[in-house]
């Protein structure tokens, strides 16, 4: 079972990311992320150090 404390932290973590503060979701985040945008024809990959 979720605990209530949890729950409130992915919602954060989930906000900031909707929101563009990224920082927060960084540790859940994998090391390589290929975002596919949507009418474009170029990925933009983002290598997290």
Same mark, same amino acid.
């Given at each position: ?5 949890? &729950? !409130?932290?992915? #919602?954060?973590?989930?906000e900031?990311?909707? /929101? =563009? /503060? ?6 859940? !985040? $994998? $090391?390589? &992320?290929?975002? /596919? &945008? @949507? =009418?474009?024809?170029? #990925? !933009? @990959?983002? &290598? !997290?150090?």
């Amino acid at each position: 079972m979720t605990s209530e404390s949890s &729950i !409130l932290k992915q #919602k954060y973590i989930a906000e900031s990311f909707y /929101n =563009g /503060n990224f920082e927060p979701a960084f540790n859940y !985040l $994998a $090391a390589t &992320i290929e975002w /596919n &945008i @949507v =009418g474009e024809k170029t #990925k !933009l @990959v983002m &290598i !997290l150090l």
